[in-house]
Each structure stands twice: as C-alpha cells, then as structure tokens.
Nanobody, 117 residues
Framework: QAQLVESGGGLVQPGGSLRLSCEAS????????MGWYRQAPGKQRELVAH???????KYADSVEGRFTISGDNAKNTVTLEMNSLKPEDTAVYYC???????????WGEGTLVTVSS
C-alpha cells in the first residue's frame, strides 16, 4: 500500500528552526516530484516547496530564503529545513508526491507546525 509518512513537526518559537522529513513507500513507479504543502486554519492548502527528480526546486515567495528542500531519489525521501520561522508559518504541513506515469498524486496525513512564543 502506497503511503507517505511525515515526521518532524512541533512547537517552536519565532526565529527558530525545524526539519520536516517524509518517506514514500509502496509506490511502484518512479516518483517524478516530491514536495510540501501547508494549510493554515481557515485558509486553502498552498505549495511551500517542490523538488523534481531532476533536482530543480520551487519555493513559495513567503518562504524563499528561509526554507530549503532536499531529497533522495533512491530512497524516495524529501526533507524541508525551515529556518527563521514566523508565526504565519503555523500550519499543518503535508508531504506530496506525484507519479506522472499513472497521473496519481499521493499525500501524507500531515504534521502540525506551530510557531509561537
């Protein structure tokens, strides 16, 4: 059974750092891209960062320069390093993977990140 398992969320003070990790398993076909989305209370889910299998990455303007995405194609893992966290970064963060061969998107269950003093 295909699944994405996230880890690393929690409570951090403004200006602090957190690392989110995600591992995909049970996906037969090659994953073309992995990334992170987030959803804050009362808001729509939005892209945070995206990493393609060719190594290209994309970031939301709000996190550019503060967050860094990295991954391991062989292990089907993706990591999000979050620095200089702000209260507005508070959200549930979801790991995402896409397989172009089957046109299927996979989602993790989400991990809560709370930035508060």
């Amino acid at each position: 059974q295909a699944q994405l398992v996230e880890s690393g969320g929690g409570l951090v003070q403004p200006g602090g750092s957190l690392r989110l990790s995600c591992e995909a398993s049970g996906i037969i076909y090659s994953i073309n891209a992995m990334g992170w989305y987030r959803q804050a209370p009362g808001k729509q889910r939005e892209l945070v960062a995206h990493l393609s299998s060719d190594g290209s990455s994309k970031y939301a303007d709000s996190v550019e320069g503060r967050f860094t995405i990295s991954g391991d194609n062989a292990k089907n893992t993706v990591t999000l390093e979050m620095n200089s966290l702000k209260p507005e970064d508070t959200a549930v963060y979801y790991c995402h993977a896409v397989v172009m061969t089957t046109k299927v998107d996979y989602w993790g269950e989400g991990t809560l990140v709370t930035v508060s003093s």
